[in-house]
């Protein structure tokens, strides 16, 4: 998935969809939207929420997703305290995280994420790993060409499932050392 914070407008729709999508099952969003820099899973390359979580409830599959196995989950809240980006929430009432899982039951039936189906200014764009690198490179270089300066955060160390792209990591309040 792409994130270009240089279109988002911050409209919530992202949010409105996840909440929509997985009302269901829990109602939390599982995203918090483009506001200031995007806290939704990044499907780490090594996740550490799957590394220190004693039960294995929280896995990464074949395809890259991090999922949660409800199931096997202890409650301890370890992924919440281990996760870099503050991207698992916890629902205190049912006693279990709550996490982007990239609409993984959408994907089964071919469609994509509901955040990005729903995108109207396309800053968040779902498809395949080199599709996605070719988007954000493309698009830094269009940036760039306008003299505007252009980051991504998702670096060959660090590969994760998201790649954000952005204009600058000070207008985000951290740096990013890439």
């Known amino acids: 998935m792409l994130i270009d914070t240089t279109l988002c407008i911050e ?49 990464k599959t074949e395809a890259g997703v991090v999922t949660w196995e409800e199931e096997l989950c202890l409650g301890c809240k370890l992924c919440l305290s281990f996760c870099p980006f503050g991207s698992v929430n916890f629902d205190l009432e049912r006693g279990q995280p709550v996490k982007c899982l990239f609409c993984s039951e959408r994907l089964k039936t071919g469609l994509e994420p509901a955040c990005t189906a729903v995108c109207p200014t396309g800053a968040r764009v779902f498809g395949e790993e080199e599709e996605i690198e070719k988007l954000a490179r493309d698009k830094m270089a269009e940036l760039k060409g306008k003299g505007r300066k252009a980051i991504f955060f998702n670096t060959d160390a660090h590969r994760d499932g998201i790649i954000i792209l952005m204009e600058s990591e000070e207008e985000h309040g951290f740096n990013l050392g890439v």
């Open 11 to 59: 409209c919530q729709a992202c949010v409105v969809a996840c909440l929509q999508e997985n009302s269901r099952e829990n109602p939390w969003p599982r995203i918090k939207a483009c506001t200031s820099f995007p806290k939704n899973c990044r499907h780490c390359a090594e996740p550490a929420c799957t590394a220190f979580c004693p039960s294995g409830a929280l896995k």
